[in-house]
């Protein structure tokens, strides 16, 4: 099977049902970003950082394309059986976070991104989320978007800043707090 099909070169690409959409179309930037912000996950999970931390963005990547898919899929016409988002998946997010915000300092100050390398990475990926969120939101004001996929991404980029103060914090790299210039 060759991966190219040339049913795209004119602009336009399938959902998960048939409908075939411009390749612009806001359900088409929803899940493409969210396949970006996958990758970044992936770049995050490839450094050294704990198993752990690993196991938890591997995890969060299948998630991710459990939300490209519902993303990719026609709410009116996909008969297909679309992997479901679950509460408990969000519940994780919020338990990881709670669990290294035990250990982290008080946050006192904005931060500036940065620190380390590893921790640029979760700030990349925090924006990206946020951008994801922010089309899934415009996406869901004139066609079906489930409710958990916009809490699940909203909660993933906390989840990404916390994530990239923890490995900051165990990788001993200075926190770059936001002093405002006041004149």
């Given at each position: 099977m060759k991966i190219y099909t040339k049913t795209g070169d004119k602009g336009l690409t399938s959902l998960i049902g048939g409908?075939?959409?411009?390749?612009?179309?806001?359900?088409?930037?929803?899940?493409?970003?969210?396949?970006?912000?996958?990758?970044y996950i992936g770049l995050i999970g490839c450094q050294e950082i704990d198993s752990h931390h690993q196991a938890i963005l591997k995890e969060i990547q299948d998630r991710l394309f459990t939300v490209g898919?519902?993303?990719?899929?026609?709410?009116?016409?996909s008969k297909m059986k679309i992997p479901d988002l679950l509460d408990e998946d969000i519940a994780?997010?919020?338990?990881?976070?709670?669990?290294?915000?035990?250990?982290?300092?008080?946050?006192?100050?904005?931060?500036?991104?940065?620190?380390n390398t590893t921790v640029s990475y979760c700030h990349i990926a925090r924006c990206v989320c946020r951008r994801a969120e922010r089309l899934t939101v415009a996406l869901s004001e004139g066609s079906f978007v489930d409710s958990k996929v916009?809490?699940?991404?909203?909660?993933?980029?906390d989840y990404l800043f916390i994530l990239g103060r923890k490995l900051g914090y165990d990788a001993k790299a200075v926190e770059n707090i936001w002093l405002p210039r006041v004149k």
């Open positions: 409908t075939r959409v411009a390749k612009h179309h806001i359900r088409i930037e929803s899940y493409g970003t969210v396949d970006e912000l996958n990758s898919a519902s993303l990719a899929a026609d709410p009116e016409k994780l997010l919020e338990t990881e976070i709670d669990q290294m915000n035990e250990v982290l300092p008080e946050l006192k100050h904005f931060i500036l991104p940065g620190g916009t809490v699940y991404l909203n909660r993933l980029s």
